[in-house]
């Protein structure tokens, strides 16, 4: 066989009829569903500081996680030997939840069909970039960022890359492979003025190529953005405390659609009817201008795949769409068990993690507004443009995130840069307070992590300017 | 299915990391360490009785890092192949070669490294039936769900037991080795105000390197679900100034928020709040604070760190005053001071700064009097988000806990921040409890901070 997969597969010393023994070995009479999934990964690292590359890091890693579901039960295993009884063992881990007697068939393998798209082609997106490349590009940043300004004292700056393949194999048949570039340039200037110190982060990724970080001139953009908002914060003030309208910029304020939405959306939460979002399809959510997707498919994003974590084709799920809760997003067992479309959400970190339904690039569709006629239309409030982390709470919908650039609006006019406020609300509830949406959409730059159960995924997000009437702002200042 | 069963093959890890420490050497390194773990772990997941997940697996993985005069790279592998570590090898030299001289980079001096390896009990041969494991979950979440009848729901109770030995080895002739084992429970159950039918979710946990020694099933799931339960009908605040008191486990993560800013990677870089004030006043006189990493049994002991130094008991604030950054070797070399073996390291990760055993030493007031104490004001029982900026100090979280009126819990509080910074906020410690109890590498008892800003409504 010439097929692609085998070719993934050989890469793992495995063939085809290991497989299906494999499967043969889990899918037991009580066990609904089995899989298996093997991943090598490929990392690398370089970074810098006081001017110096002084690291460098590779790491080498693969095995295979093995599953079996049994009504509501997962029986899940890994190994990072990839021996037939490596594979056996996991296999019999993972049937024991379904308390059957061993299996001893083999599997027939029925169809092996790939995403018929590639939304980040290998060519482009080699690995194989020479250690010398990268550590040029890290010295390059480090000089840019001083040239911005005196003031900044020390740049910090690193390049990772991840070179991952995937193969799925499944006790429905279906044999799939994908193989997975990601990377990220990240740079964070320290800026010192009289013994006042701050700090500005910027940076950006996809599943891209190294070409990726020269074109558009795009590293020397990232060393200026985070060396402009480390001096911005020489002269910010303290953020004012309690209620305000906030104007949310485009791009990667996304993050609270991410925190205050996208989590309680997900299936588990609801299958266990621990979400604030339970049993509310088909009602209000947001205010009429707000439609949320989360889309896998865009090209080079940094959370998009050709297929998620179980083979299933990634997609555009419709969430919100002009405030009406629409979907959830799903994996395999929880749409299984509550009986909805299965969306291709079902991801992991790796080998070692159990599936979970998981982001991937979430946003709010472009609406109509002009985002200076938003900004204009406040006479106090703030304005964010930049954001650290959030959270959320899932059962009682509390969500926050921190500013790490943001300004005072007064009279319709930003003013001054206020320093790192966290902005406090309630999931359900913030949306229905948007009143104003641009017709500017923006996606982030690609440098989000999102956390679940311990599991770290790479998503995306996206905003066009919002206009939120009412938010608590925890600032210093009464 | 006794964990057993998935005990790794015997490898002598000695003598693998021998061979790749001559190995580096022939290739031209002229210094290299050499880390090897392996480990297995079995989870059990149950939710409303049932069994929801099964986990199992076992790991190893070794990591090399190389110096070529002041130039260092470092790789790890889970391939123990042979091929695959002579790529390892030429890899990581490969690597190193291209990065740019580095003066302060190197091995800690040979005759730094530890001389004993004392065993601090933090392996446990336990090895618990899948039944058994089943069971102490289902007796968790059992607990939490008889304990009220407002605990409607659940987020499910998880017990894990894990083992593995690390060793390491560098080219001055250091070779240490130790054993360890984790036993965990936590249970997280939902609470649902019957009026409202709003709900709260909170948890409890325990761990322990020893299984007899951790809580019973019964009192985490109990206290899983008085921690829910209590949240129900919370209320927001209107915006003003409070004092504030922290619970052990809010404490014990502005301690971790301390910790950081006095490791010294964040001080060499110049990201910390805590630069020059080594020797200077940062709290009140009851404030003492330990780095202890050879606490017997404690969940950040360990016989050396991730260098082979010793580790050691360092006072880090003494009596309001800080006496003592964290640091390893080459950020000690940064600052022109010597590592206090808080050396942490993955493996095949350049070391960092990670916390022993780093706690606040208990006063002597119990935590109902520190309530008592306060006239009106918060008692913060959970934070979240990340607004903590290490450089300046400026710190800014959601909260949740209770509004004390009289010395009193008066009502439970939600979707409220706490604003202040961290300097001034250690300046400000009044009171700190007697309840000092060990749940993770970093502890606290309960202490209360004069003032903070509260946002609300």
Redesign the interface.
Same mark, same amino acid.
């Given at each position: 066989m010439s097929t692609q997969e085998t070719a993934e597969l050989a890469q793992f010393g495995l063939g085809e009829l290991e497989i299906r023994q494999a499967l043969g070995r889990v899918k037991v009479r009580d066990v609904d569903y089995a899989d298996l999934y093997f991943e090598s990964r490929v990392s690398e690292s370089v970074s810098m500081e006081e001017g110096i590359v002084k690291r460098a890091t590779k790491s080498v890693s693969q095995g295979v996680g093995v599953r079996a579901t049994a009504g509501e039960k997962t029986g899940f295993a890994y190994s990072d030997e990839l021996t037939r009884k490596d594979l056996e063992i996991a296999a019999d881990t993972a049937r024991y939840i379904a308390n059957s007697p061993q299996g001893a068939g083999t599997l027939p393998v029925t169809h092996r069909q790939r995403p018929n798209r590639d939304l980040y082609p290998a060519e482009t997106s080699v690995a194989d970039i020479a250690t010398h490349e990268r550590v040029d590009l890290l010295n390059l940043i480090d000089a840019e960022a001083r040239r911005y300004d005196p003031r900044i004292k020390n740049v910090m700056a690193s390049f990772n890359t991840e070179y991952k393949i995937v193969v799925v194999a499944t006790s429905e048949g279906l044999l799939v492979g994908d193989v997975q570039p990601l990377s990220r340039l990240q740079v964070t200037c320290i800026a010192e003025e009289h013994g006042n110190r701050q700090i500005g982060t910027f940076g950006g990724g996809g599943r891209v190529g190294f070409a990726f970080y020269s074109e558009r001139d795009r590293y020397r953009h990232y060393a200026r953005e985070a060396a402009r908002q480390a001096i911005l914060n020489l002269s910010a003030v303290d953020a004012p405390a309690g209620i305000m309208t906030v104007v949310l910029a485009g791009g990667w304020p996304g993050i609270l659609l991410h925190e205050a939405i996208g989590h309680g959306l997900e299936a588990d939460f609801n299958r266990r009817k621990t979400s604030a979002f339970s049993n509310r399809i088909g009602t209000r959510v947001a205010s009429e201008l707000c439609t949320i997707v989360d889309d896998g498919t865009l090209p080079f994003r940094r959370g998009s795949l050709n297929m998620d974590d179980e083979g299933t084709p990634t997609g555009r799920a419709v969430l919100i769409e002009r405030g009406i809760l629409r979907g959830y997003i799903t994996d395999r067992l929880n749409a299984k068990l509550l009986g909805i479309p299965l969306t291709g959400n079902g991801r992991r970190e790796s080998f070692q993690s159990v599936v979970l339904p998981r982001m991937t690039n979430t946003f709010m569709l472009a609406g109509e507004s002009d985002p200076q006629d938003i900004i204009r239309s406040v006479k106090r409030g703030l304005y964010a443009v930049s954001f650290g982390g959030g959270q959320v709470d899932i059962t009682n919908g509390k969500f926050v995130f921190s500013a790490s650039e943001a300004y005072l609006i007064e009279d319709g006019a930003i003013t001054k840069p206020v320093k790192g406020a966290t902005l406090i609300g309630n999931g359900p509830e913030i949306l229905t307070r948007v009143s104003m949406v641009g017709h500017d959409l923006k996606l982030d730059e690609g440098i989000g992590t999102c956390g679940k159960e311990g599991q770290s995924v790479p998503v995306g997000v996206g905003l066009p300017t919002i206009r939120v009437d009412e938010i608590t702002v925890g600032g210093t200042k009464s | 299915?006794a964990s057993q069963?998935?005990k790794s093959a015997d490898k002598n890890f000695a003598e693998l990391a021998t061979d790749l420490l001559s190995r580096a050497r022939t290739h031209g390194a002229t210094e290299a360490d050499v880390m090897v773990a392996d480990g297995e772990t079995f989870s059990v997941q149950v939710?409303l009785s049932?069994?929801?997940?099964?986990?199992? @697996?076992?790991?190893?993985?070794l990591g090399l890092r190389v110096f070529f005069g002041k130039r260092?790279?470092? !790789?790890?592998?889970?391939?123990f192949s042979k091929e695959?570590l002579d790529r390892?090898v030429s890899?990581?030299c490969?690597? !190193?070669k @291209?990065?740019?001289?580095?003066d302060q980079?190197g091995l800690p001096d040979g005759n730094l490294t530890a001389k004993d390896q004392p065993d601090l009990d933090l392996f446990d041969s336990t090895s618990l039936e899948?039944e058994a494991q089943i069971d102490l979950a289902r007796r968790g979440e059992a607990a939490a769900l008889a304990a009220d009848p407002r605990i409607t729901?659940s987020?499910g109770a998880e017990f894990d037991s894990s083992s593995g030995r690390v060793l390491l080895g560098n080219s001055h002739g250091f070779l240490g080795e130790y054993r360890s084992s984790t036993f965990s429970i936590s249970v997280s159950p939902?609470a649902t105000a019957p009026d409202s039918g709003?709900?709260?979710?909170d948890s409890w946990y325990a761990v322990r390197h020893r299984f007899a020694r951790l809580d019973s099933p019964e009192s985490v799931g109990q206290e899983a679900a008085r921690r829910a339960v209590r949240?129900l009908g @919370?209320r927001?605040l209107s915006?003003?100034?409070a004092p504030v008191v922290f619970d052990q486990e809010m404490a014990a993560g502005l301690l971790g928020n301390l910790f950081h800013a006095a490791s010294g990677y964040a001080l060499y870089? $110049?990201?910390s709040f805590l630069?020059g004030h080594l020797g200077k006043r940062l709290a009140p006189e009851l404030v003492t604070i330990y780095d202890d990493g050879r606490l017997p049994g404690g969940l950040g002991s360990r016989p050396f760190d991730g260098e082979g130094l010793p580790t050691r008991k360092t006072t880090v604030v003494e009596r309001g005053m800080l006496t003592s950054y964290l640091l390893d070797t080459y950020s000690g070399r940064k600052l022109g001071l010597a590592s206090t073996g808080n050396a942490s390291r993955g493996v095949?990760?350049?070391p960092s700064v990670g916390p022993t055993n780093f706690y606040l030493v208990p006063g002597t007031t119990a935590p109902a009097e520190i309530l008592r104490s306060v006239r009106e004001g918060l008692y913060v029982t959970?934070l979240?988000?990340?607004?903590v900026?290490m450089?300046?100090g400026?710190y800014?979280? $959601?909260a @949740?806990g209770f509004w004390i009126e009289n010395g009193e819990l008066a009502y439970p509080v939600?979707?409220?921040?706490?604003?202040?910074?961290l300097k001034q906020m250690f300046a400000d410690i009044e009171v700190v409890g007697s309840d000092l109890e060990f749940r993770g590498r970093i502890a606290s008892p309960t202490i209360k901070i004069r003032e903070m800003?509260?946002?609300?409504?």
């Open positions: - | 299915m069963e998935l939710r049932a069994v929801d997940r099964l986990t199992k @697996a076992r790991e190893k993985r260092s790279a470092s !790789a790890s592998t889970s391939d695959s390892l890899d990581t490969a690597l !190193a @291209a990065v740019v001289e580095d980079s899948t729901n987020e939902i709003s709900m709260q979710q949240r @919370a927001k915006t003003r100034r870089k $110049g990201a630069i095949g990760e350049s959970e979240i988000g990340f607004g900026n450089v300046t400026d800014s979280r $959601g @949740a939600e979707e409220i921040t706490i604003a202040g910074n800003m509260i946002a609300g409504t």
